[in-house]
């Protein structure tokens, strides 16, 4: 079959509309049967449903789309069912689907205050001592990451530990993937609740992003001060994910059972529930070690001699 480039429907002369008719059914060999007066009828679209054909066969991505302006990651597809055409018009391509899932994961990780220094944290970086101090624990995030588990890990221990950067870790590797994965520190999200009610803006918006996202990952969980409406939007947040069983990681320095224990005589049913709804939704992993941060103090500048 020749080469027709982007082909369009001649205005006038028998044979080359003819000849155009001739090369869409080579294009679209569903339109053999179909007669040309059909094909004449909705020319326009059954045109550019054979332009997308040929022209999106060779595309490699969004960026390289051959359609110009608002037209690009839009295609028109033909199918013949029992001698009718059917045409389904401005469907979005896969490479454009991918692009807009991209351009939202973006928006979603902005919105969540997910730092580019947090985005820098992988497993290549992860600290050799800990890889060596948790294989266990490294091996369940693997099996997360490949989907043999679909449960996450309750990560507790002391500060410094490392606990965080194996947690974005996880994160990072899904976003990488496509997979929206969405990290946040307990204080950060409540404080973005707090807000969007002082402000008049969308708390239930807010509250969704974190209820529905694919995978979340709660940093610093129980560490932050403990309100009435904290408390209430946490226990929303986990039920909410707990009945859909999306998966959900969580860091801390307390023990799963201990979370918000200093305000157990104040909100023991609540903590109760919540300490439940942790229990549903994530593995709890020790982890141990020394506070690099304390360590970092090895490297303290000072004076060159004593004087």
């Not at 401005?90 to 991918?98: D, I, N, S």
């Not at 194996?166 to 999200?189: F, I, K, P, Q, S």
């Not at 946490?234 to 959900?248: S, V």
């Not at 059972?257 to 005589?265: H, L, N, V």
Request: hydrophobic letters at 35%; glycine letters at 8%; a negative charge.
């Amino acid at each position: 079959m020749e080469h027709i480039g982007e082909i369009a429907m001649p205005t006038s002369g028998n044979f080359a509309l003819a000849r155009t008719i001739q090369i869409l059914r080579e294009l679209l060999p569903e339109l053999a049967d179909i007669d040309d007066g059909v094909i004449r009828k909705r020319g326009g679209d059954i045109l550019d449903a054979a332009n997308c054909r040929e022209n999106c066969r060779r595309c490699t991505d969004f960026a390289g789309c051959w359609r110009d302006d608002e037209a690009k990651g839009h295609v028109t597809i033909l199918t013949v069912k029992d001698g009718e055409i059917k045409l389904q018009r401005g469907v979005h391509c896969k490479p454009y689907r991918e692009q807009l899932n991209r351009e939202s994961q973006e928006r979603m990780l902005i919105a969540s205050g997910m730092t580019a220094k947090e985005r820098g944290f992988t497993f290549e970086n992860f600290p050799e001592q800990q890889r060596k101090r948790h294989g266990d624990i490294l091996q369940h995030a693997e099996g997360f990451l490949n989907g043999q588990s679909k449960s996450g890990l309750y990560l507790w221990g002391p500060p410094g530990i490392a606990k965080t950067h194996l947690m974005l870790a996880v994160m990072n590797r899904l976003n990488e993937r496509g997979t929206l994965a969405v990290y946040v520190r307990a204080d950060r999200m409540i404080d973005q609740l707090r807000d969007a009610i002082r402000f008049n803006g969308d708390v239930d918006a807010v509250q969704e992003r974190y209820m529905t996202a694919p995978v979340l990952g709660i940093d610093e969980f129980a560490q932050e001060r403990l309100t009435d409406y904290g408390l209430e939007s946490m226990i929303k947040i986990l039920n909410a994910r707990a009945a859909t069983g999306l998966p959900t990681w969580f860091t801390s320095n307390f023990r799963p059972d201990m979370a918000y224990e200093r305000s157990y005589e104040k909100y023991p049913e609540q903590i109760d529930a919540l300490r439940s709804r942790v229990a549903l939704l994530a593995i709890p992993a020790r982890m141990a070690g020394e506070d690099w941060r304390l360590n970092s103090y090895d490297l303290m500048m000072g004076p060159d001699e004593e004087v």
